[in-house]
């Protein structure tokens, strides 16, 4: 316990409890829900763990540093007083992003500047060479957080946001992120029990998160690169420790995971992204449209989907939607149906009483996820 440490995972809205439990699932101490974000305590092995495992963490954040500052001249001291060179080499990339809410500071691109330069002239007082900012691709990143004159200095463990999982290779007009998919899905009660059908699947990313769910399989074992590869203390056997152990806890699914598509190339690509998440064995796609579908077997059926909502797929809203109520109605009985929307209108002409709304967002889009229970011989849920 001595070796614990203090980690911070950002999340999506409405997302909090979902990554706190996966948090506690995973063996996190100390977990503690915020505004987008939960904090917890781990060791190095469960940082390594958290990048690997976690399905609804956009980020993972290591703080190593905390002060007060009232003006520039305290920010470029407090940040120069830092080993930076114990963090990592001169020989790699780095790159500062800044938040704050503040006014002791203008913008948040003096701030970054100025903590670039304490942290260059760290390295030139040690000896050390001068290390090259990458605003783009670092290998190093460095968040700083200022709330009033509360400063948060912490390394991005992540890199890039773990959304990109590292197997979405082809992609439609309106993909869905991946941690905005794999969130739904725990929402809507998906734990691999039953089969699993997404009738508008596009580039697979819900069937693939679905799968994943389903097996235990680590969200981002299929990732190449996270920052803390680039940190001085990065143990490489540690590591892949850590990955085997994950993948020892992998499970076995026995039932049906199914996507439709009517368009051909939507197809193509959900079987390419499949693919290359060494998935193909689980999940079948077709070129069918879900309105001349029935349910494709007998046993409880679990839907989750991601229909147009009018933004950047133009489609009659209301015809659409209704047939959507009425494909459900008409040949989906003995099934949990769940759908996200931002077009709120667009839930009127269901036709369905929703069992179940949750407020999320997707991007910047306030949207609804809504449940629908289709009972076997039971029209009781429908409204006319």
Request: aromatic share 10%; glycine share 8%; proline share 4%.
């Amino acid at each position: 316990m001595g070796n614990n440490f203090r980690m911070l995972a950002k999340t999506l809205y409405g997302f909090e409890p979902l990554l706190a439990r996966e948090l506690r699932n995973l063996g996190a101490g100390n977990v503690r829900e915020g505004n987008r974000m939960v904090t917890f305590e781990g060791d190095l092995g469960f940082l390594y763990k958290t990048n690997l495992c976690l399905r609804t963490a956009l980020k993972v954040l290591k703080p190593i540093h905390q002060g007060r500052v009232f003006n520039e001249k305290q920010l470029y001291q407090q940040l120069y007083a830092m080993d930076w060179p114990g963090y990592f080499g001169a020989e790699k990339t780095f790159a500062f992003d800044t938040t704050m809410h503040t006014t002791v500071f203008k913008n948040s691109m003096f701030v970054s500047l100025k903590a670039k330069d304490a942290l260059v002239d760290k390295f030139r007082a040690m000896g050390y060479t001068r290390p090259n900012v990458d605003t783009q691709k670092a290998q190093v990143r460095i968040n700083i957080h200022v709330q009033n004159n509360d400063l948060t200095v912490s390394l991005d463990c992540s890199g890039s946001s773990l959304h990109q999982r590292g197997y979405r290779i082809a992609t439609n007009i309106a993909p869905i992120n991946e941690v905005l998919a794999a969130g739904l899905l725990l929402l809507s009660g998906w734990e691999g029990r039953t089969s699993f059908l997404d009738p508008m699947c596009g580039s697979g990313t819900i069937l693939t998160e679905a799968t994943m769910i389903a097996c235990n399989i680590p969200a981002n074992i299929n990732r190449q690169e996270f920052a803390f590869r680039h940190w001085a203390d990065f143990d490489a056997e540690l590591f892949d420790t850590i990955v085997e152990a994950c993948l020892n806890r992998t499970r076995e699914f026995h039932h049906k995971i199914i996507g439709y598509d009517k368009a051909p190339s939507a197809v193509h690509k959900a079987q390419q992204n499949i693919a290359n998440a060494n998935l193909s064995g689980y999940i079948t796609v077709e070129q069918k449209d879900f309105f001349g579908t029935q349910k494709p077997l007998k046993d409880p059926l679990h839907i989750l989907f991601n229909p147009p909502y009018g933004e950047r797929l133009t489609v009659d809203i209301p015809s659409f939607y209704r047939k959507i109520g009425d494909s459900l109605k008409r040949g989906y009985p003995g099934t949990q149906a769940w759908f996200i929307t931002s077009n709120l209108e667009a839930l009127k002409h269901v036709g369905l009483r929703p069992s179940k709304k949750v407020k999320v967002f997707n991007g910047k889009l306030e949207s609804r996820l809504v449940g629908y229970e289709m009972y076997e011989g039971s029209r009781k849920k429908m409204v006319s």
